[in-house]
């Protein structure tokens, strides 16, 4: 048995496509072996070979073009292209396999004889591998010259009809770029989550009136298997491939759930690469009601998928790292992660995980990261997303909410969720414990109306069925969908869902109903429904019998969305900063999240093998909340940016989308942030940096940002050398050795200032490049709390391609250890604003000296 388990997880890890070295495979008595990833010294393939194959091929693939096409493409050839074009991927793909034998040997020689199973070969953005070892074996590996590193594997979990209208897409940046039918066209998105459904409309390339290009600089395959057959991919969705050695060798891979392909199983996949890229204008039908068109943020944007979540499980760094090694080395331009870590990477600094580390190397190739902030809010310190060279997402509401209510027959109006229709006029209400017939079985939990069977239908039929709705909901034991079904079958007008005291703080989805329907999301409410029921009810004192249900009541319906003034807000659940640095929690000089984005009831494409939400099972699109969602809203926004402005560095994107943020809700007050789980919207205070970073992202301004802040990747590299002990860590990732050159986190050139701890006064620089014409710009500034600042100069002249030197001086006035914020704004005469948060924590002002 097995043998024969071990020979089945040989087959399917080489199905996978992966190199597979089984020197002997493992069995039961190797409890102790887990999944390690190793990082060797020699450099990987993009550093090698980076420059030499990019630039020449590039030329080289131009030139050769050039004679069809004029001169067009001649202007493209001074823009530093992160490629790899296909005249040097036969070399590449031989040095891939050389340093995977290079692998494989170590491996013999360091492990002779025992008995291990290599996962993965990485050789494009780090060299190294991932293997099932037992600690003694990782140990012996760690102790060879040639290895640099050896980290434990570790799991990670997943964190629209309208939002382009309420980004005001359609007359802004769309128009901009030559409207909808061109948005983002050329641009690779790389998505890394649960796959996709390749047959849903928001990804067909059938679109007669423009044919997609097929994206030149892009080298990515598409697998075929029996789940994601041949013709899947076109040029709309141009890449999809599946990572899934580390969880197929933890034995909790679920072929049935998880499918061993790309395909989608869960849905989030599905809905978030829509939200960055679906196609414009297709049709929202759920449960029967027409609720608009669905349209990416860049619906002309190309999809590559890199599948490394499920269903069952979530997902590991080791396919996760995978996946973003294949994508850069496939050509994407943006690659977009609405996932992120179980827990806090130990060690010297959060940046030294091999997430992050391998996304260093991504941005190294000039691929813009996206990455949810994480659903871990709302108390300080929660984000999970840590690095500077990460752009990181939190979550807000939109203006759109569809909600509908319940009116008694005592005139009181009680507010509900349900996508449903509503009833024509006041309907008679009957408990479901009140409808019981003689058969039923007496358990406690009949009310929920799971069985039809237990119910007399002459009771029901023609009238509204009181249904309670408790934690079993929450966790998925009963369904409002099986409650419908109930009501259907007693011939129901129907349904209203009563909340069971005990479900606190839980965010009801908005459910499609194809009856009329409504939960009451409150429990309050619930009790002042329940109220007027038995006072209404006429029951025998004696044998409690009901001679008559007396309470009536009229359901308006909630499938017309309601346009609400003050948003956006930050959502209860978004990850906050401040940015840990280490897993002591002392705050980095980073501003984490950088940017919110609509994450909250959002309408998106949704897999037909969907089953991540029992509402939206079987159909076409769901309405979601999350970072989850906030994240490929940006990622499609940058592909706007980057076919706009194709030379800005992934640093330069960054800057763009949050030097023109805004601070306001559309109502023109200040943008406010949920404070807490139970009545987010009763505990809301004004938004801090550390709840919505920058602030709301503004696209048509980002497209036109006017300065920018610049990073490279070697100002990254010379902060993480500048952390206390990291040497050691820097080499063992990046193969680089820390030199001389070394900067302060606050040096690091970001479109923010974060000082975790202001001693007396400190001095910070910041860089500005204009990108736009000859333009003045006046400076002004508000101080945080409990600290003075002085910025020079006072206003500046700048012309195109010149960059200006920001010197801010900041001196604490008072001891004090809660955070403070700040801004500076420069405000330039031909229009272009930009913001720059300043978030102080501790200031010292004079020392306490009780010597």
Same mark, same amino acid.
């Given at each position: 048995?097995?043998?024969?388990?071990?020979?089945?997880?040989?087959?399917?890890?080489?199905?996978?496509?992966?190199?597979?070295?089984?020197?002997?495979?493992?069995?039961?008595?190797?409890?102790?072996?887990?999944?390690?990833?190793?990082?060797?010294?020699?450099?990987?393939?993009?550093?090698?070979?980076?420059?030499?194959?990019?630039?020449?091929?590039?030329?080289?693939?131009?030139?050769?073009?050039?004679?069809?096409?004029?001169?067009?493409?001649?202007?493209?050839?001074?823009?530093?292209?992160?490629?790899?074009?296909?005249?040097?991927?036969?070399?590449?793909?031989?040095?891939?396999?050389?340093?995977?034998?290079?692998?494989?040997?170590?491996?013999?020689?360091?492990?002779?004889?025992?008995?291990?199973?290599?996962?993965?070969?990485?050789?494009?953005?780090?060299?190294?591998?991932?293997?099932?070892?037992?600690?003694?074996?990782?140990?012996?590996?760690?102790?060879?010259?040639?290895?640099?590193?050896?980290?434990?594997?570790?799991?990670?979990?997943?964190?629209?009809?309208?939002?382009?209208?309420?980004?005001?897409?359609?007359?802004?940046?769309?128009?901009?770029?030559?409207?909808?039918?061109?948005?983002?066209?050329?641009?690779?998105?790389?998505?890394?989550?649960?796959?996709?459904?390749?047959?849903?409309?928001?990804?067909?390339?059938?679109?007669?009136?423009?044919?997609?290009?097929?994206?030149?600089?892009?080298?990515?395959?598409?697998?075929?298997?029996?789940?994601?057959?041949?013709?899947?991919?076109?040029?709309?969705?141009?890449?999809?491939?599946?990572?899934?050695?580390?969880?197929?060798?933890?034995?909790?891979?679920?072929?049935?759930?998880?499918?061993?392909?790309?395909?989608?199983?869960?849905?989030?996949?599905?809905?978030?690469?829509?939200?960055?890229?679906?196609?414009?204008?297709?049709?929202?039908?759920?449960?029967?009601?027409?609720?608009?068109?669905?349209?990416?943020?860049?619906?002309?944007?190309?999809?590559?998928?890199?599948?490394?979540?499920?269903?069952?499980?979530?997902?590991?760094?080791?396919?996760?790292?995978?996946?973003?090694?294949?994508?850069?080395?496939?050509?994407?331009?943006?690659?977009?992660?609405?996932?992120?870590?179980?827990?806090?990477?130990?060690?010297?600094?959060?940046?030294?995980?091999?997430?992050?580390?391998?996304?260093?190397?991504?941005?190294?190739?000039?691929?813009?990261?996206?990455?949810?902030?994480?659903?871990?809010?709302?108390?300080?310190?929660?984000?999970?997303?840590?690095?500077?060279?990460?752009?990181?997402?939190?979550?807000?509401?939109?203006?759109?909410?569809?909600?509908?209510?319940?009116?008694?027959?005592?005139?009181?109006?009680?507010?509900?969720?349900?996508?449903?229709?509503?009833?024509?006029?006041?309907?008679?209400?009957?408990?479901?414990?009140?409808?019981?017939?003689?058969?039923?079985?007496?358990?406690?939990?009949?009310?929920?109306?799971?069985?039809?069977?237990?119910?007399?239908?002459?009771?029901?039929?023609?009238?509204?069925?009181?249904?309670?709705?408790?934690?079993?909901?929450?966790?998925?034991?009963?369904?409002?969908?099986?409650?419908?079904?109930?009501?259907?079958?007693?011939?129901?007008?129907?349904?209203?869902?009563?909340?069971?005291?005990?479900?606190?703080?839980?965010?009801?989805?908005?459910?499609?109903?194809?009856?009329?329907?409504?939960?009451?999301?409150?429990?309050?409410?619930?009790?002042?429904?329940?109220?007027?029921?038995?006072?209404?009810?006429?029951?025998?004192?004696?044998?409690?019998?009901?001679?008559?249900?007396?309470?009536?009541?009229?359901?308006?319906?909630?499938?017309?969305?309601?346009?609400?003034?003050?948003?956006?807000?930050?959502?209860?659940?978004?990850?906050?900063?401040?940015?840990?640095?280490?897993?002591?929690?002392?705050?980095?000089?980073?501003?984490?999240?950088?940017?919110?984005?609509?994450?909250?009831? *959002?309408? &998106?494409?949704? #897999?037909?093998?969907?089953? +991540? !939400?029992?509402?939206?099972?079987?159909?076409? @699109?769901? $309405?979601? %909340?999350?970072?989850?969602?906030?994240?490929?809203?940006?990622?499609?926004?940058?592909?706007?940016?980057?076919?706009?402005?194709?030379?800005?560095?992934?640093?330069?994107?960054?800057?763009?989308?949050?030097?023109?943020?805004?601070?306001?809700?559309?109502?023109?007050?200040? *943008?406010? &942030?949920?404070? #807490?789980?139970?009545?987010? +919207? !009763?505990?809301?205070?004004?938004?801090?940096? @550390?709840? $919505?970073? %920058?602030?709301?992202?503004?696209?048509?301004?980002?497209?036109?940002?006017?300065?920018?802040?610049?990073?490279?990747?070697?100002?990254?590299?010379?902060?993480?050398?500048?952390?206390?002990?990291?040497?050691?860590?820097?080499?063992?990732?990046?193969?680089?050795?820390?030199?001389?050159?070394?900067?302060?986190?606050?040096?690091?050139?970001?479109?923010?200032?974060?000082?975790?701890?202001?001693?007396?006064?400190?001095?910070?620089?910041?860089?500005?490049?204009?990108?736009?014409?000859?333009?003045?710009?006046?400076?002004?500034?508000?101080?945080?709390?409990?600290?003075?600042?002085?910025?020079?100069?006072?206003?500046?002249?700048?012309?195109?391609?010149?960059?200006?030197?920001?010197?801010?001086?900041?001196?604490?006035?008072?001891?004090?250890?809660?955070?403070?914020?700040?801004?500076?704004?420069?405000?330039?005469?031909?229009?272009?604003?930009?913001?720059?948060?300043?978030?102080?924590?501790?200031?010292?002002?004079?020392?306490?000296?009780?010597?």
């Amino acid at each position: 048995m097995e043998k024969d388990f071990s020979f089945k997880l040989f087959l399917v890890v080489l199905f996978l496509g992966v190199f597979v070295n089984c020197g002997l495979c493992l069995e039961d008595e190797d409890l102790d072996a887990a999944v390690y990833i190793v990082t060797l010294k020699q450099a990987p393939v993009s550093h090698l070979y980076g420059e030499e194959l990019r630039v020449k091929g590039h030329h080289h693939h131009h030139h050769h073009h050039s004679k069809n096409h004029g001169s067009g493409n001649v202007s493209r050839l001074d823009k530093p292209s992160f490629i790899l074009i296909s005249n040097t991927s036969h070399k590449h793909a031989h040095i891939a396999s050389s340093i995977s034998r290079t692998h494989d040997s170590l491996l013999r020689k360091v492990l002779r004889g025992e008995k291990y199973l290599k996962l993965y070969s990485y050789h494009y953005l780090m060299n190294g591998f991932a293997v099932l070892v037992t600690p003694q074996q990782a140990f012996k590996l760690a102790n060879r010259r040639e290895v640099s590193n050896v980290a434990l594997d570790f799991s990670v979990r997943t964190a629209t009809t309208h939002t382009p209208q309420f980004l005001g897409l359609p007359l802004g940046a769309w128009a901009q770029e030559g409207g909808y039918e061109t948005a983002g066209e050329g641009i690779v998105i790389g998505f890394i989550d649960t796959g996709i459904d390749p047959t849903h409309p928001s990804f067909s390339d059938n679109t007669p009136e423009r044919h997609y290009p097929v994206p030149q600089h892009f080298s990515g395959i598409c697998e075929v298997t029996r789940d994601f057959p041949s013709g899947s991919c076109n040029r709309k969705l141009v890449g999809a491939r599946h990572f899934a050695a580390s969880a197929i060798t933890r034995g909790i891979f679920n072929t049935t759930q998880d499918y061993a392909s790309p395909f989608d199983g869960d849905g989030h996949g599905t809905h978030t690469a829509s939200i960055a890229a679906g196609n414009h204008g297709i049709r929202v039908v759920v449960a029967g009601h027409h609720f608009g068109d669905a349209s990416g943020m860049a619906p002309r944007a190309h999809v590559a998928v890199y599948k490394a979540l499920y269903k069952s499980f979530g997902g590991f760094a080791a396919d996760v790292v995978a996946a973003i090694d294949q994508a850069a080395q496939d050509g994407v331009d943006i690659i977009n992660l609405s996932i992120t870590p179980n827990r806090r990477p130990p060690g010297v600094a959060t940046f030294f995980n091999p997430i992050d580390m391998a996304l260093l190397s991504a941005v190294k190739a000039g691929i813009f990261v996206v990455q949810a902030a994480g659903n871990s809010g709302p108390s300080p310190k929660s984000i999970s997303s840590f690095s500077p060279w990460i752009f990181t997402v939190g979550a807000s509401t939109h203006d759109r909410v569809y909600s509908n209510s319940i009116v008694l027959g005592n005139n009181i109006t009680i507010p509900g969720v349900g996508l449903a229709p509503g009833t024509d006029s006041m309907y008679t209400l009957v408990m479901a414990s009140h409808a019981l017939n003689d058969t039923a079985a007496n358990d406690m939990y009949v009310g929920e109306c799971q069985d039809a069977s237990s119910f007399n239908q002459t009771l029901v039929q023609g009238n509204l069925l009181v249904c309670s709705y408790s934690v079993r909901f929450v966790l998925g034991l009963s369904t409002i969908k099986q409650a419908l079904e109930t009501a259907k079958n007693l011939r129901a007008v129907g349904v209203v869902f009563c909340m069971d005291p005990f479900v606190i703080g839980f965010q009801i989805n908005p459910t499609p109903m194809r009856l009329p329907g409504i939960i009451i999301p409150s429990a309050n409410d619930s009790k002042i429904l329940l109220q007027y029921y038995n006072s209404s009810l006429d029951q025998d004192a004696v044998t409690k019998k009901i001679r008559r249900f007396g309470a009536v009541a009229c359901i308006s319906g909630g499938l017309k969305a309601n346009f609400s003034l003050s948003a956006p807000s930050v959502m209860f659940y978004s990850a906050r900063g401040p940015d840990p640095e280490d897993s002591f929690l002392n705050d980095a000089d980073i501003l984490k999240p950088n940017l919110v984005a609509p994450g909250n009831s *959002i309408w &998106a494409a949704w #897999s037909s093998g969907g089953m +991540d !939400s029992v509402e939206f099972e079987g159909e076409d @699109f769901a $309405m979601m %909340s999350g970072t989850s969602m906030a994240a490929p809203h940006v990622a499609g926004l940058a592909a706007l940016i980057k076919q706009k402005i194709p030379n800005l560095s992934t640093a330069a994107i960054g800057s763009a989308l949050s030097t023109t943020a805004s601070l306001y809700n559309n109502n023109g007050g200040p *943008i406010l &942030a949920q404070r #807490s789980y139970a009545n987010p +919207d !009763s505990n809301q205070s004004p938004a801090t940096p @550390f709840d $919505m970073g %920058s602030g709301f992202v503004n696209a048509t301004a980002a497209l036109d940002p006017g300065l920018i802040f610049d990073t490279s990747y070697s100002d990254y590299m010379s902060f993480l050398c500048g952390i206390n002990g990291s040497a050691p860590m820097v080499l063992n990732y990046t193969g680089e050795s820390c030199g001389e050159s070394t900067m302060n986190v606050t040096e690091l050139n970001l479109p923010s200032i974060t000082i975790s701890r202001l001693n007396q006064s400190r001095t910070v620089q910041r860089t500005l490049i204009n990108i736009a014409g000859n333009e003045t710009y006046a400076v002004g500034w508000s101080a945080p709390y409990g600290a003075s600042i002085k910025v020079t100069p006072a206003r500046f002249f700048i012309v195109w391609g010149q960059q200006q030197v920001l010197n801010v001086v900041f001196n604490a006035t008072m001891n004090n250890s809660s955070p403070s914020f700040g801004r500076i704004g420069l405000f330039g005469d031909q229009g272009h604003v930009i913001n720059i948060p300043l978030s102080v924590i501790v200031k010292i002002a004079y020392n306490t000296t009780n010597s």
